[in-house]
């Protein structure tokens, strides 16, 4: 599908995706339950990215490892103060 211009973009719907056709495999798979396998993607990280983008947008400090906790962002600020002013 081209679009002419935003002015006039499509964006994709359920109407405009063609017919699809699902096909299993049968296979094993060792590290399933009794060799059994997803049939899609799991979410691994969540939100926590988002969480932690937007904590580092609000005070200016990156945390990495959650829980994010007001005690790990309290820690976070001190440590970048000292960082910013020992420089």
Known sequence: MRNPNYAYYKIFGTRDIP???TIFVPSHEPTGPFGAKSLGELVI???LPSISN???NA??????MPPFTPDKV???LVK???QITSC
């Open 19 to 21: 017919e699809i056709t």
């Open 45 to 47: 990280n969540g939100g």
């Open 54 to 56: 937007a904590i580092h």
């Open 59 to 64: 005070v200016g400090v990156r945390l990495r």
């Open 74 to 76: 309290l820690a976070a």
């Open 80 to 82: 970048n103060k000292s």
